[in-house]
């Protein structure tokens, strides 16, 4: 069974504090994630995402050699879901997580504001932690904070950034809050960085919202795309970074992908490698998520090049299987639990639905009843969330075999 690393008290409270609380019955009953039934209210973006196994139409010729846990292959302009595996089976996100936190906290300073790092900034960082190399007393501006996110995946980075948006447990709620506009109700944010935390999980279909509405803003797509970039040491000495997505930059004896833009990956000895890349060519962006790949490092980029491939060569021709829907703040239908598992984008009044009306059908057309029906309905949803994210807790407890570790990750235990 995995070892939680240590935080501090603080640290601890906070996360306690913004996190959902989990059934522990549901914990003990519950061994394995499962992909969201339809109904479900994480069955967003198709009925046909909401099921298990492979999901395609209208093309052939998928790669053959697809270990992964969960994967997805989308249009990024469009939204169409061209192919995906268990889009919705929610599992440990590693480091991909910090999509989530770029989505949530990038626009809130200017890159050339400059910051003076205190030892509180750095004092609630998991042990283990992947760190870009941030020393207190040191000044930095907001834009190498956000390179040391971006390039070296830096917990030390997220934390400053943080600590300056007030505080770890303020910015995981408004991750959550983020998450929730964006309909990516797969994922429950527990730490910023996306390290192993009890109950932090997300799905293929989640990460690849947070990539398209991040690649939407020049910042994001100018961090995730940049190979390398020099970092303060202290006075006027300086030290190279280089991204660790090793699509972009050819490391680790694979080749560079034409046309990559980002966007990032992750690693952890308990999640395993995930990865969500984009990539454009001939006037077309597709978006691909990897997550838990059965084989070692390597294998979540060969796994991602190889859906991408497909999605320029045989998936030109492939009809969509569901949609990435698009966030509530910019006009999104919102996805109720009744209907969202029917059509590609559900109606935001419930019509269409095979489940009955949705609760705010029911407040809209009823009186004191359906009040008390809709609260009910939201009790199950709520509580059908909590077992589903213990049973992740127990799924990831129940996980001997670790992935292959790295070459500069002794015994696999260095956090990405």
Same mark, same amino acid.
Request: aromatic letters at 6%.
């Given at each position: 069974m ?11 409270l ?16 519950? &061994? ?21 196994? %492979?999901? =395609? ?13 969960? $994967? ?28 989530? @936190? ?16 205190k ?10 932690? &992947? ?7 040191? #000044?930095?501006? =907001?834009?190498?904070? $956000?390179?040391?996110? @971006?390039?070296?995946s830096?917990?030390?980075? %997220?934390? %400053?950034?943080?600590?300056?948006? *007030?505080?770890?447990?303020?910015? %995981? ?34 990460? #690849? ?14 961090y995730?795309?940049?190979?390398? +970039?020099?970092?303060?040491?202290? !006075? ?15 490391? $680790? ?8 833009? !980002?966007?990032?990956?992750?690693? #952890? ?5 995930? @990865?969500?890349?984009?990539?454009t060519r001939? *006037?077309? #962006? ?23 491939? $497909? ?28 209907? !969202? ?11 269409? &639905?095979s ?19 809709? +609260? ?17 807790? +127990? ?8 992935? +292959? ?12």
């Amino acid at each position: 069974m995995r070892e939680c690393s240590r935080i501090s008290r603080r640290a601890a409270l906070g996360l306690t504090a913004a996190a959902l609380p989990l059934s522990t019955a549901a914990a003990v009953s519950l &061994s394995t994630a499962t992909p969201a039934a339809a109904g479900d209210p994480a069955a967003v973006g198709g009925e046909r995402l909401a099921g298990a196994g %492979v999901q =395609v139409r209208g093309a052939s010729g998928l790669p053959a050699k697809l270990t992964a846990r969960s $994967w997805l292959i989308a249009d990024c302009d469009s939204g169409e879901v061209l192919a995906s595996f268990n889009a919705h089976r929610r599992l440990a996100p590693a480091s991909t997580l910090k999509m989530l @936190f770029a989505d949530t906290v990038l626009k809130k300073f200017d890159r050339t504001q400059r910051y003076t790092v205190k030892d509180a900034d750095l004092a609630d960082i998991p042990a283990g932690s &992947s760190l870009v190399g941030i020393k207190p007393g040191l #000044t930095y501006t =907001v834009e190498q904070l $956000w390179q040391g996110v @971006f390039l070296r995946s830096g917990n030390d980075a %997220v934390h %400053v950034l943080s600590h300056m948006n *007030g505080g770890v447990a303020k910015t %995981v709620a408004e991750m959550q809050a983020k998450a929730a506009d964006l309909q990516a109700l797969d994922t429950h944010v527990v730490s910023p960085d996306g390290f192993d935390h009890p109950g932090q999980i997300s799905s293929a279909y989640d990460l #690849t919202l947070f990539a398209r509405h991040g690649l939407k803003d020049a910042d994001f797509r100018g961090y995730c795309g940049t190979k390398t +970039a020099d970092f303060p040491a202290g !006075g006027k000495k300086t030290f190279q970074i280089q991204n660790t997505d090793r699509l972009l930059t050819g490391a $680790w004896g694979l080749k560079t992908y034409d046309g990559l833009i !980002g966007v990032k990956n992750g690693y #952890t000895s308990n999640a395993g490698n995930t @990865f969500t890349g984009a990539a454009t060519r001939g *006037g077309r #962006t597709l978006l691909v998520t990897v997550m838990h790949p059965a084989e070692g490092s390597n294998a979540v980029y060969e796994q991602t090049a190889a859906l991408l491939d $497909w999605g320029f060569g045989p998936g030109r021709s492939a009809q969509a299987v569901g949609t990435l829907v698009d966030p509530l703040s910019e006009g999104g239908a919102k996805v109720s639990p009744a209907s !969202g598992g029917k059509g590609d984008r559900a109606a935001a009044d419930g019509s269409g &639905s095979s489940g009955g009306p949705s609760t705010g059908r029911l407040v809209e057309g009823a009186g004191g009843t359906a009040l008390l029906l809709a +609260a009910a309905g939201f009790l199950v949803v709520k509580r059908r969330r909590r077992a589903v994210a213990a049973a992740a807790m +127990a799924e990831a407890a129940a996980e001997t075999a670790e992935p +292959a570790a790295e070459p500069n990750e002794p015994g696999g235990r260095h956090r990405r």
